[in-house]
């Protein structure tokens, strides 16, 4: 018997009535229109396919203060598609992106307080913060130039390189300062699309910005090269001088196929998303 899953369509009901009010209040236009309502049916619709997946009728505590940051970023989305001229409202842009990035530590706090983080919460936590970050770096580069896409595209570009490139898709161990430049990108873009500096110091704390952002991907990327799973499939075969010790090495070593380990092997696979988040 399939749920009801009212969380996600009562999102993109609120995206709606935001669309409205920012066109009544600010002006959007047709392209505003259609690039807002488009990330909110995405936004729907990947929800409701995460909450299937989890075989949940509901979105938790923290998923539902992450939908309301998805709300803002789609509000966002929309006044700067419509203002690719330069017509921004940056009275109402800059202080929705402002709340947007606040409940950002929001979200994560409320999960832990409430015991209710999961994998779809990470997820949905992480693809918000990147589609903004791709969002702010559209409206910056007239100002700044067409270098700061950059900013926005590292994420996806790594994406895409994990398509072709099987070790990209692994697992990376817990870094604070992967949390510390995540959190930077939003700050230092909301800064830059403010527009209250001059133009040079804007251009600079744009590139500060695309530096920290290109050491975290790096180190990253050079972190699962030298894991990769031909590495470590070398290093596990056993030699003749050591074959006879390999009753007493463990069995997720010797017998990855034991079913016994099966669950172990099917978490790290099952985790794709959690490759990479500077973003």
């Known amino acids: 018997m399939s749920r009801v899953r009212t969380g996600p369509v009562?999102?993109?009901?609120v995206q709606t009535v935001l669309l409205a009010g920012l066109a009544v209040t600010v002006g959007l236009d047709v392209a505003g229109w259609l690039a807002g309502l488009a990330y909110g049916v995405v936004t729907c619709v990947a929800l409701r396919r995460g909450l299937r997946r989890r075989d949940a009728d509901r979105l938790g505590p923290a998923d539902q203060v992450t939908l309301a940051r998805g709300?803002?970023?789609g509000g966002v989305t929309a006044l700067v598609v419509s203002g690719l001229d330069g017509s921004a409202p940056l009275g109402?842009?800059?202080p929705m992106t402002a709340v947007a990035l606040a409940l950002d530590a929001?979200?994560?706090w409320v999960a832990r307080r409430t015991r209710t983080v999961s994998a779809l919460g990470a997820r949905f936590d992480m693809e918000v913060d990147a589609f903004l970050i791709l969002v702010l770096s559209v409206q910056v580069a007239p100002a700044v130039g067409p270098w700061v896409l950059a900013i926005g595209g590292l994420r996806y570009a790594?994406?895409?390189?994990?398509w072709l490139l099987p070790w990209m898709r692994g697992s990376l161990p817990p870094r604070f300062w992967r949390k510390v430049?995540?959190?930077a990108q939003g700050v230092l873009l909301l800064v830059v699309a403010a527009d209250l500096l001059a133009r040079p110091v804007t251009a600079v704390l744009a590139a500060v910005a695309l530096a920290l952002l290109v050491e975290s991907f790096g180190h990253?990327?050079?972190?699962?090269w030298w894991h990769r799973s031909p590495r470590r499939a070398r290093t596990a075969v056993p030699t003749p001088a050591t074959s006879i010790s390999v009753p007493l090495v463990p069995s997720v070593?010797?017998?990855p196929s034991v079913p016994s380990v099966r669950p172990r092997v099917e978490a790290v696979t099952d985790r794709p998303f959690v490759a990479h988040q500077p973003v």
């Open 253 to 255: 070593v010797v017998l």
């Open 158 to 162: 790594f994406v895409a390189a994990g």
């Open 220 to 224: 990253d990327v050079g972190w699962l």
């Open 10 to 13: 009562l999102g993109l009901t």
């Open 92 to 94: 109402v842009l800059v």
């Open 106 to 108: 929001v979200d994560g």
């Open 181 to 183: 430049v995540a959190a």
């Open 71 to 73: 709300v803002l970023v």
